[in-house]
C-alpha cells in the first residue's frame, strides 16, 4: 500500500515569506508527527496528533510555527515569515495508533531552503 | 524522563566484517526502543524494536539488535556488512513509565560507512 507521502519535496523561498508543507499519512494511522532535521543532526520534534485529541505542540520552537490535522487525515505545517535558520528537512510520520510500542512510518521528506 | 545517545558520530567497517553500532539509553521505567534507517535524502526506514522479552531482536536486512538492561544499551548489529548497508542509523527510545510517552527521543544519528 501507499506510504507517507509529503509534498513539496523541494522547497525555496525568500526570508520573510511563509511556507505551508503538507503530509498524507497512511490511510487509517491515527498517530502523526512532525519532526525537523537540520543538517548533520538527529531529529527535533515539533508536533504530535492522535485522532481528535488536542495536539501535543511542545516541539514548536516559536509562534511563526503552526500545524492543522484535518480528522485522522491530511496535515499542514505553516512557518510564517520564515527565516534562514528555519532551513532544514522537515519529516512526517505516522502510526497505525497511540500504543508506544508502535513504530513509526516516515515521510520522505520536505527540504525547505530559506534564502 | 527519557533520553538516549549514540556515542559514535561514524563507524567504519569493511565489507563482509560485522558491525556494530551503539545505542544508550536513560528512562524511568521499562523502555520501548527502536532501530531506524536513512539512505541519503530519504525518510527513516524502520529496522526493528525492542519491546519485551528475548534480548535479542532480529529486524529488517538481516540487521539484529542486542538489549542489555544492566547496561541500557541497545546495540545494532549485523555479521557481515554490505556496502549498501552504508547510511545514518537512528535509536530511539519510548518510556513506559507513567504511561508511556507517545513521543519518542532520537538520538544524534550514527553515519555508517561500509568499504568495499
Known amino acids: 500500500g501507499a506510504g507517507v507521502s509529503q509534498s513539496p519535496s523541494n522547497k525555496v523561498t525568500e526570508k520573510g515569506k511563509d511556507v505551508e508543507l503538507r503530509c498524507d499519512p497512511i490511510s487509517g494511522h491515527t498517530a502523526l508527527y512532525w519532526y525537523r532535521q537540520r543538517l548533520g543532526q538527529g531529529l527535533e520534534f515539533l508536533i504530535y496528533?492522535?485522532?481528535?485529541?488536542?495536539?501535543?505542540k511542545s516541539g514548536l520552537p516559536s509562534d511563526r510555527f503552526s500545524a492543522e490535522r484535518t480528522g485522522e487525515s491530511v496535515s499542514t505545517l505553516t512557518i510564517q515569515r520564515t527565516q534562514q535558520e528555519d532551513s532544514a528537512v522537515y519529516l512526517c510520520?505516522?502510526?497505525?495508533?497511540?500504543?508506544?510500542?508502535?513504530?513509526?512510518?516516515f515521510g520522505p521528506g520536505t527540504r525547505l531552503t530559506v534564502l | 524522563a527519557q533520553s538516549v545517545a549514540q556515542p559514535e558520530d561514524q563507524v567504519n567497517v569493511a565489507e563482509g566484517n560485522p558491525l556494530t553500532v551503539k545505542c544508550t539509553y536513560s528512562v524511568s521505567g521499562n523502555p520501548y526502543l527502536f532501530w531506524y534507517v536513512q539512505y541519503p535524502n530519504r525518510g527513516l526506514q524502520f529496522l526493528l524494536k525492542y519491546i519485551t522479552g528475548d534480548n535479542l531482536v532480529k529486524g529488517s536486512y538481516g540487521f539484529e539488535a542486542e538489549f542489555n538492561k544492566s547496561q541500557t544499551s541497545c546495540h545494532l548489529k549485523k555479521p557481515s556488512a554490505l556496502v549498501s548497508d552504508s547510511a545514518l542509523y537512528f535509536c530511539?527510545?519510548?518510556?513506559?513509565?507513567?504511561?508511556?510517552?507517545?513521543?519518542?527521543?532520537f538520538g544524534r544519528g550514527t553515519s555508517l560507512i561500509v568499504h568495499p
Open positions: 496528533f492522535q485522532g481528535n485529541s488536542a495536539p501535543d
Open positions: 530511539a527510545v519510548r518510556d513506559l513509565a507513567s504511561g508511556g510517552s507517545y513521543i519518542p527521543t
Open positions: 510520520a505516522s502510526s497505525p495508533t497511540a500504543q508506544t510500542y508502535n513504530e513509526q512510518f
